[in-house]
């Protein structure tokens, strides 16, 4: 690395993780922190807002500082800008981090970016994670399935062979024009991503997404906060034909998506087991009993049961988006995309000509490298703008560029 190489400083507070990232202008990852308040809100089965943003006042700038020590003793003159997290998200976290940067950026005399947090989600899979055995993407070319190492254009090996294996080791990164489904605790969303933060939406859930569906079924089961990791676990162990879910708005000439259904079939679900008549809704063994503990064989077939019917429609939702668009790369994006039920059954697709692209595990949930990342790629705020800036949110995409907004 050259002593000259600039980074682009990452900030992250829009929900319960607070995270600051330093990433170069191609896209490594030079440092990213992120200190979680899982723990914090744990004994409330979910985020508590007040309690988050009043974490992220004492957590952030303790953790800038540290994180550009252990860069390396990274100074401000080997910043090129400050990046934050705009929207979407809880207002009184985003602000945190939003009026951190503006001091940041005015005392350092650096420009200042304005990022979407769903557009930097969808930039996670250009990014160089930090360390060598982090570097690698999980893609699908036609049949074939390889982890391969994640190549980029400056380290690249010549194309030498037709073979899909071949193939895979000089692709770089997603194509663009490509669809983009990101899945996280806020949102379950596709869209058609035409340029490193430009994005056009095709759909969206109706009621929860799908990580607030798998936060919520954990819940309703005393298993823990978040859900998703652990129901994830316990449905690698258990048996998805156990109990059948009905997938939730599966018909094929409707994209967007829904998962308060599905939640709710589960609760309910979990609500006949508990009951004191042993009555086992379908398993086959033996149910709930008096104390309302279920057996771990019913909890691990139910997570089972309830991932295989959500993975089921995500993806067969985002074939068909792909199918549509005429893209041929899809990119599995957020908190959900670390799902190893999710990443297992993409890799099993044999949908010919479709690559389908996670980002490495650390950059799926919330992080600042994502945030740093985007901000290469677009313009920073006008000096006026920059100290009006205000978080939002609701904030929605960026209009395309040459199409009228609103
Ligand atoms: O992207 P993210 O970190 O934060 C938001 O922007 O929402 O996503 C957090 C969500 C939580 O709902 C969490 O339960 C879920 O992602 N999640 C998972 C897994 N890891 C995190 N869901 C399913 N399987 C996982 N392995
Ligand atoms: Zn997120």
Same mark, same amino acid.
């Given at each position: 690395?050259?002593p000259?190489?600039?980074?682009?400083?990452?900030?992250e507070?829009?929900?319960?993780?607070?995270?600051?990232?330093?990433?170069? /202008?191609?896209? /490594?990852?030079?440092?990213?922190?992120?200190?979680?308040?899982?723990?914090?809100?744990?004994?409330?089965?979910?985020?508590?807002?007040?309690?988050?943003?009043?974490?992220?006042?004492?957590?952030?700038?303790?953790?800038?500082?540290?994180?550009?020590?252990?860069?390396?003793?990274v100074?401000?003159?080997r910043?090129?800008?400050?990046?934050?997290?705009?929207?979407?998200g809880?207002?009184?976290?985003?602000?945190?981090?939003?009026?951190?940067?503006?001091?940041?950026?005015? /005392?350092?005399?650096?420009?200042?970016?304005?990022?979407?947090?769903?557009?930097?989600?969808?930039?996670?899979?250009?990014?160089?994670?930090?360390?060598?055995?982090?570097?690698?993407?999980?893609?699908?070319?036609?049949?074939?399935?390889?982890?391969?190492?994640?190549?980029?254009?400056?380290s690249?090996?010549?194309?030498?062979?037709?073979?899909?294996?071949?193939?895979?080791?000089v692709?770089?990164?997603?194509?663009?024009?490509?669809?983009?489904?990101?899945?996280?605790?806020?949102?379950?969303?596709?869209?058609?991503?035409?340029?490193?933060?430009?994005? /056009?939406?095709?759909?969206?859930?109706?009621?929860?997404?799908?990580?607030?569906?798998?936060?919520?079924?954990?819940?309703?089961?005393?298993?823990?906060?978040?859900?998703?990791?652990?129901?994830?676990?316990?449905?690698?162990?258990?048996?998805?034909?156990?109990?059948?879910?009905?997938?939730?708005?599966?018909?094929?000439?409707?994209?967007?998506?829904?998962?308060?259904?599905?939640?709710?079939?589960?609760?309910?679900?979990?609500?006949?087991?508990?009951?004191?008549?042993?009555?086992?809704?379908?398993?086959?063994?033996?149910?709930?009993?008096?104390?309302?503990?279920?057996?771990?064989?019913?909890?691990?077939?139910?997570?089972?049961?309830?991932?295989?019917?959500?993975?089921?429609?995500l993806?067969?939702?985002?074939?068909?988006?792909?199918g549509?668009?005429?893209?041929?790369?899809?990119v599995?994006?957020?908190?959900?995309?670390?799902?190893?039920?999710?990443?297992?059954?993409?890799?099993?697709?044999?949908?010919?000509?479709?690559?389908?692209?996670?980002?490495?595990?650390?950059?799926?949930?919330?992080?600042?490298?994502?945030?740093?990342?985007?901000?290469?790629?677009?313009?920073?705020?006008?000096?006026?703008?920059?100290?009006?800036?205000?978080?939002?949110?609701?904030?929605?995409?960026?209009p395309?560029?040459?199409?009228?907004?609103?």
């Amino acid at each position: 690395m050259s002593p000259q190489s600039s980074y682009m400083l990452g900030i992250e507070t829009s929900c319960d993780e607070t995270a600051c990232a330093l990433v170069d /202008r191609d896209g /490594r990852v030079i440092a990213n922190v992120v200190a979680s308040q899982a723990d914090l809100h744990a004994k409330f089965g979910g985020v508590v807002p007040e309690v988050a943003s009043r974490k992220h006042i004492e957590t952030l700038l303790p953790l800038i500082d540290s994180m550009m020590q252990r860069a390396g003793g990274v100074d401000w003159d080997r910043i090129e800008g400050v990046a934050v997290t705009q929207g979407p998200g809880l207002i009184g976290c985003l602000m945190i981090g939003v009026e951190t940067a503006k001091a940041l950026a005015w /005392r350092y005399g650096k420009p200042l970016h304005a990022i979407n947090h769903l557009e930097a989600h969808l930039h996670a899979p250009y990014l160089l994670p930090e360390r060598a055995d982090q570097a690698h993407l999980l893609i699908e070319v036609g049949e074939s399935k390889a982890a391969i190492p994640f190549a980029r254009e400056d380290s690249a090996a010549p194309h030498e062979a037709d073979s899909p294996q071949a193939e895979a080791a000089v692709i770089k990164t997603p194509e663009f024009p490509h669809v983009g489904l990101i899945v996280s605790g806020g949102h379950t969303t596709l869209v058609v991503v035409e340029a490193p933060g430009q994005c /056009r939406p095709l759909a969206a859930t109706r009621d929860d997404a799908v990580g607030e569906a798998y936060d919520k079924v954990a819940r309703v089961m005393g298993l823990g906060y978040p859900g998703g990791p652990i129901v994830d676990r316990l449905a690698a162990e258990g048996d998805p034909a156990a109990f059948k879910f009905t997938a939730p708005l599966k018909r094929r000439d409707v994209l967007d998506f829904s998962f308060s259904g599905l939640k709710s079939a589960v609760a309910r679900r979990v609500e006949a087991l508990r009951g004191a008549d042993g009555s086992n809704g379908g398993s086959g063994s033996s149910g709930g009993n008096a104390s309302g503990v279920l057996p771990e064989k019913i909890v691990r077939d139910l997570c089972a049961g309830f991932q295989a019917t959500a993975i089921d429609v995500l993806l067969s939702k985002s074939m068909r988006a792909v199918g549509a668009s005429g893209a041929r790369d899809l990119v599995v994006v957020g908190g959900v995309a670390s799902n190893r039920g999710l990443r297992r059954t993409a890799s099993g697709l044999r949908a010919a000509g479709v690559r389908i692209w996670f980002p490495h595990f650390s950059l799926c949930t919330d992080n600042a490298a994502m945030i740093a990342g985007l901000a290469w790629h677009l313009k920073p705020l006008e000096a006026e703008a920059m100290l009006r800036l205000d978080p939002d949110a609701s904030l929605k995409f960026t209009p395309l560029k040459g199409t009228v907004a609103g």
